[in-house]
């Protein structure tokens, strides 16, 4: 029937008042020529009745044998609304120049962001560098070209491994992707010190070595130079250091496990679109504590079609509180525990423990333990960094420039 | 129809299990609580006002009592009546 209606409401309807002594008459008669109604009232003295508007000439001869008086109230429909609509030339107007000047709109650039770059002062030389290209807030769209402006700020940013610019609506978005200089194998790189520490033994394999046995090294310093004779090549090389990682570790003297006790409680939720509809019978969850897992069922999904209906099978159940107390000492051996596996996740399989030592910090209640522990590690420290062939002549000279100095000052002590 | 014929036809639907509707040329009466009457099957309006329809059927009549009945559609096939329900009466 809502087809029917459907289709009434695209070609019009009309209401009428029916008045007369036949009107039962009048309604048989309409029904035996396939005149449809719908919405029949009655009230004093006659009747209200929708009909599709064609049918209202077929109504004169029913109207005149059953002797009843047909008064229109009201015109319903498209074509009714569209001829009012027709009156009001200004609304017409302004929704036209209200999506024209949308359009408009739309069709300049009104912000630039980039992304993917951390440095302020290199977003603010990449927006510089756009805007030498011309292109800024409030030039029309049409005149930019993502692809060719993409290659320009790779051409004059070689520190750049990837450019990708996107017009997003009213927003140019530059997404560009720093180069990062991986060590690789066969590509020239230094060893440089992962964690400042003092040298126990140096096995060299290639390159030059900058440190011996015996020195302190800070975090980042080149150990083994790639460099033979001035040509770059792949340092390598073990570095076996003395190192003093520490870490922290605490633990609560009481802890509180939350168990299942078996009660389950299932509702079942139907959700359509965004609406989420409780199937009866849910009630209330019957637990002070409990845990909530949701189980989301769909219809069926095709390829990328997901059907909007879902159901939803939430189960709660019931748990119970067990508080276990622990002893100072065991709640000291945890937090150790704790420490040293935070310490150990920063160490490579081959290191060796040598010394450990435990500090228990005084805490204002005794309800927390907190210790620090500090190890003795001996680990091979050497990290290779990439370097860009042509730097190693600037360094080269730099280091030489350095080590000079520190020569000279330790002859004047 | 003579009443042999339709004690006939009455005895072949229940035989054959088929919907009596059909074969007897029966009204289908549809309600759904108190709030909407269907008729299929019907031969037109005697009388209606708010409070009483009265449907011609193709045996006797239907009496429907009721508040505030209208009538959603009607058309060759089937009447829909809204309201508040009270009474039906089948007349001959």
């Known amino acids: 029937m809502l087809v029917l209606h459907l289709w009434y409401y695209l070609t019009g309807y009309l209401c009428l008042r029916v008045e007369g002594l036949a009107l039962e008459k009048f309604v048989n008669l309409c029904i035996s020529r396939g005149i449809y109604l719908w919405g029949i ?13 064609t049918n209202f000439r077929l109504l004169r001869p029913i109207a005149r044998s059953s002797r009843c008086r047909v008064k229109i109230l009201q015109k319903k429909g498209i074509p009714f609304y569209w001829r009012h609509l027709r009156g ?8 036209f120049l209200f999506f024209l000047s949308l359009y408009i709109l739309g069709s300049f650039l009104w912000t630039i962001e980039v992304t993917g770059i951390v440095d302020p002062a290199r977003v603010a030389q990449i927006r510089a560098e756009v805007e030498r290209e011309g292109i800024r807030p409030g030039i029309w ?10 290659r320009q700020i790779i051409l004059h940013n070689p520190d750049l491994a990837w ?48 440190v011996q046995v015996g020195d302190t090294v800070q975090r980042g310093e080149i150990l083994i130079r790639g460099s033979l004779g001035g040509r770059p090549i792949a340092a390598q090389g073990i570095v076996w250091a003395l190192i003093w990682p520490e ?4 633990c609560l003297r ?25 199937l009866p019978g849910a009630g209330e969850v019957p637990f002070h504590l409990y845990e909530k897992e949701a189980e989301i069922k769909r219809l069926i999904s095709w390829r990328n079609l997901v059907l909007p209906v879902e159901a939803i099978i939430i189960t709660y159940y019931e748990v119970e509180e067990v508080v276990h107390r622990l002893s100072v000492a065991e709640a000291e051996e945890r937090a150790r525990a704790a420490a040293l596996a935070k310490i150990k996740s920063r160490l490579s399989p081959e290191a060796r423990i040598l010394q ?40 080269r000279g730099q280091q030489f420039e350095t080590r000079g100095e520190s020569q000279t000052g330790g002859t004047e002590q | 129809m003579g009443r042999r014929l339709r004690a006939l036809r009455s005895e072949l639907a229940d035989f054959f299990e088929l919907p009596k509707d059909i074969l007897l040329d029966l009204p289908r009466i549809t309600l759904q609580g108190n709030l909407r009457l269907v008729i299929e099957n019907h031969r037109g309006l005697i009388q209606y006002e708010s409070g009483q329809i009265r449907v011609c059927l193709e045996k006797g009549e239907l009496v429907i ?16 009546i809204e309201g508040r329900l009270r009474g039906l009466e089948f007349r001959d």
Do not use: W
């Open chain 1, 247 to 250: 870490a922290y570790g605490e």
């Open chain 1, 141 to 150: 769209k049409g005149k930019i070209d993502p692809e060719r402006l993409s």
């Open chain 1, 356 to 395: 450990e030592e435990v500090k228990r910090i005084p805490q204002g209640s005794l309800e927390k333990v907190l210790v620090k522990v500090t190890c003795e590690v001996l680990e091979n420290i050497a990290e290779p960094r990439g370097f860009e062939p042509e730097a190693l002549e600037r360094e």
């Open chain 1, 88 to 95: 009001r030339q200004v609304l017409i107007g302004g929704a």
């Open chain 1, 163 to 210: 450019v990708n610019v996107e017009i997003r609506g009213t927003m140019l978005v530059i997404d560009a992707v720093p180069k990062q200089l991986q060590a690789r194998v066969g590509l020239p790189c230094h060893l440089v010190a992962r964690e400042e520490g003092v040298i126990q033994d140096l096995d060299l394999l290639a390159g030059e070595p900058l």
């Open chain 1, 41 to 53: 009232r009655r009230d004093e003295g006659g009747l209200v009745a929708c009909l599709g508007v």
């Open chain 2, 65 to 80: 009592l009721g508040d505030d009945l209208s009538i959603a559609l009607i058309s060759q096939e089937e009447i829909i």
């Open chain 1, 254 to 278: 009481e802890e509180i496990e939350h168990r299942r006790t078996g009660s389950v409680h299932r509702v079942l939720i139907l959700r359509i679109g965004e609406r989420e509809f409780p």
